[in-house]
């Protein structure tokens, strides 16, 4: 199982690009990468997914370099409310990401000032 | 359709009680999953299933029980609670073999054992 490691803690400001990197150096051929963003209260909510190169969706983008042993989520433009704590896993998706294969660490607590 | 939701929304236990927490989701997901989340940290999976019928052990299992008597139901019980599970208790659900693997949360349940 991929062990990942991200920042604590970010701050930012309206209207700026946020990038959010994850180090997972121990990646698995068969894994692939996934952002999830919590809001206090909340349940996590999945945000974007990615194997290789460049993901965009609505949301953000999703940078994975060649050798995929790092991440970098995207926000572009945040606001007040992308405030939220953002979380990197690694896993198989192909095996369902049943059981242990899904690891949730302590995230990245991204506070948007004005 | 209203997701994955978790019954009740908030409980407070005295030590040795012991309560059933039931998550429903309507998607017709075969994976289901129990997390706990403790103040300041990520999630931990305490329980899963992969099917109606059937469960496994996650990564903090000890002091819960669960099953799965049906497919859109996953209940997550505490024989003798003890106050190391204060902590708010997230269900989700999940479809294998998509495209895009993703994980649905319901809003948790906050349980405060005293």
């Known amino acids: 199982l991929a062990k990942t490691t991200q920042p604590i803690s970010m701050d930012s400001y309206e209207g700026q690009e946020v990038n959010i990197t994850c180090s997972h150096n121990n990646i698995a051929t068969n894994d692939y990468i996934t952002w999830y963003q919590q809001f206090p209260s909340q349940g996590p909510r999945f945000i974007i997914q990615?194997?290789?190169t460049k993901v965009t969706n609505e949301v953000a983008s999703l940078f994975i370099p060649a050798d995929r042993k790092s991440s970098t989520l995207s926000l572009p433009r945040v606001s007040l409310s992308d405030t939220a704590v953002y979380y990197c896993l690694v896993g198989d998706i192909g095996r369902g990401w049943a059981g242990n294969m899904l690891t949730f660490g302590g995230g990245t607590r991204l506070m948007v000032k004005p | 359709n209203a997701g994955v939701t978790q019954t009740p929304k908030f409980r407070v236990l005295k030590t040795g009680q012991s309560m059933t927490l039931l998550c429903a989701q309507d998607?017709?997901?075969?994976?289901m999953y129990w997390y706990r989340q403790d103040p300041g940290m990520g999630l931990r999976l305490i329980h899963y299933?992969?099917?109606?019928?059937?469960?496994a052990k996650g990564e903090v299992p000890d002091g819960y029980n669960v099953s799965r008597l049906k497919k859109q139901n996953f209940l997550l019980g505490l024989e003798s609670a003890a106050p190391s599970q204060t902590s708010v208790y997230f269900c989700?659900?999940?479809?294998?073999?998509?495209?895009?693997?993703?994980?649905?949360f319901g809003p948790g349940t906050r349980l405060t054992v005293t």
């Open positions: 990615g194997y290789k």
């Open positions: 989700a659900s999940s479809y294998p073999g998509r495209e895009t693997y993703e994980q649905y």
């Open positions: 299933s992969v099917g109606e019928g059937t469960t």
């Open positions: 998607m017709n997901h075969e994976y």
